[in-house]
C-alpha cells in the first residue's frame, strides 16, 4: 500500500454465527468456517460506520536475567501473553442488524417480521470491515470473528446513532487484506 493521507469511511457487514452459507463451499457460520464472497447472502449489511476507531491491547511479561559481568539485572525481553483487538464505531442506517443488536434480539435480518427484545443471547458473528479512501478506493478489508454489542443509550429521534462495540475473537480464519497498490 502507498503512503499517503488518507480518508477512510469503513462499510460493516455481519455473518451470525449459526448463519448457513454457500462460499467458498456451503458451511455454517462459527469460529472455524466464515463466507468469503462478498455476494455470499448469508452477509448482512449495517452501513457505513462513523467514528470507527480501532483499540489493541497487550498484557506483557518482563523477562529479567543477570547480565554477564555487569553484576546487575536487566531487562532481557518482554513478551506479550495476552492480546486483544477491540472497534467501535457509530452505526447511523437502522436496518434488521442493528435493530437485533439495540434490542437484544439476537440476529434478525430483512425477512424477520416479529423479533422478542432481550431473548437474544451472546452476538458472535463474522464480521467484514471494507474500507475505503476518497478517491472510492477500496484500500482495506478485514474479515474478524467478533463479539458484538451495542453499548449504551440510542435515541430513535432524528438520526440514529448507535455506538457499536465489536471485540475480535480468537479464529485461524481471521485475515485483512491491503488492496491498494503503490502508485
Known amino acids: ?43 448482512g449489511y449495517m452501513g457505513p460506520l462513523e467514528d470507527f476507531s ?56 430483512k425477512s424477520t417480521e416479529t423479533f422478542q427484545p432481550n431473548a437474544g443471547g451472546t452476538t458472535r458473528a463474522w464480521i467484514r470491515f471494507e474500507q475505503y479512501d476518497q478517491e472510492d478506493k477500496l484500500v482495506n478489508t478485514c474479515y474478524l470473528w467478533c463479539h458484538v454489542l451495542v453499548d449504551g443509550e440510542t435515541k430513535l429521534v432524528n438520526t440514529v446513532k448507535a455506538k457499536v462495540n465489536f471485540r475480535k475473537l480468537y479464529s485461524a480464519k481471521s485475515e485483512g487484506k491491503l488492496t491498494v497498490a503503490a502508485a
Open 54 to 109: 480501532v483499540t489493541p491491547k497487550r498484557t506483557t511479561e518482563e523477562i529479567w536475567a543477570a547480565a554477564e559481568g555487569t553484576g546487575t539485572v536487566m531487562l532481557y525481553d518482554v513478551l506479550d501473553s495476552k492480546k486483544d483487538l477491540a472497534f467501535s464505531a457509530t452505526a447511523t442506517q437502522l436496518g434488521p442488524e442493528l435493530f437485533g443488536l439495540m434490542f437484544n434480539a439476537g440476529w434478525i435480518n
Open 1 to 43: 500500500m502507498d503512503q499517503k493521507l488518507r480518508s477512510l469511511v469503513t462499510h460493516c457487514y455481519l455473518c451470525p454465527e449459526g448463519a448457513a452459507f454457500t462460499s467458498p463451499e456451503a458451511g455454517t457460520s462459527g469460529v472455524a468456517a466464515r463466507p468469503d464472497d462478498a455476494e455470499e447472502t448469508a452477509w
